[in-house]
């Protein structure tokens, strides 16, 4: 069964910083791999998606994430955050089933705090 | 731009009541599916639903859950029997088709059972 793990459950940094959120996976076949943002009281939003091809994907709002098969990760990172990228971060892998329609299984989360 | 809607926002319901959280998908969108994040744990998938039957469902979407497509664009969630553990935020999500699509998802109906 596929599985996603995202290591740091709160990470805080700096405005104008640099970030990067770790995220690794377990799947048996070419993942469908998934960045989410979840500001507080909003629902989720997709902020980049990673099927095949270019393993550098970009994003909304400057994201931009990489795939490494080799390590099974799909890190998420940002050359300069801004205070309004404080929210819940959740990585997730898509899933086919038998029926054709795709399954998401998501990370526990990273809580990114930013501070002036 | 297009959106998935739910109501309510928020919903406060006895244990052993019956509730049912309605969701408006994207209108082009075919495929329909329940998350659910209890609080401090991950968004958990519940079910999905294509072309009026449910196509894929978790081991958490147990008997006491049921959705349904009543009127072409709705998408309801419903529980039977409320327990004290349903309590949570409940996510609806459409996509477009079933694979290499984004799924949208709504703002969520935080569910409190007492």
């Known amino acids: 069964a596929q599985s996603v793990t995202q290591p740091d459950i709160h990470i805080t940094v700096s405005e104008g910083a640099s970030l990067e959120l770790r995220c690794n996976y377990s799947y048996g076949a070419t993942p469908y791999l998934f960045w989410y943002v979840q500001s507080p009281g909003q629902g989720l939003q997709l902020l980049l998606k990673?099927?095949?091809?270019?393993?550098l994907v970009q994003g909304i709002k400057g994201f931009e994430a990489e795939f490494k098969r080799s390590q099974s990760s799909f890190n998420l990172r940002k050359p300069s955050v801004h205070w309004s990228d404080a929210a819940e971060y959740f990585c997730a892998v898509g899933s086919i089933s038998n029926f054709g329609n795709e399954k998401l299984t998501f990370g526990t989360g990273t809580r990114l705090t930013i501070i002036p | 731009e297009p959106e998935v809607t739910q109501t309510p926002s928020h919903q406060v319901t006895q244990m052993g009541q019956e509730v049912i959280l309605r969701c408006v998908p994207i209108?082009?969108?075919?495929?329909f599916y329940w998350y659910r994040q209890i609080l401090g744990q991950k968004v958990e998938f519940l079910v999905s639903f294509y072309n009026n039957e449910i196509s894929e469902k978790s081991e958490i979407f147990d008997d006491q859950f049921s959705v349904e497509r009543p009127d072409g664009s709705n998408f309801t969630l419903k529980i039977r029997s409320t327990k004290l553990e349903d309590s949570a935020m409940y996510f609806c999500a459409s996509s477009l088709d079933g694979r290499n699509t984004e799924a949208f998802f709504g703002q969520g109906t935080r569910l409190t059972v007492v």
């Open positions: 990673y099927f095949s091809g270019d393993t």
């Open positions: 209108s082009n969108h075919l495929y």
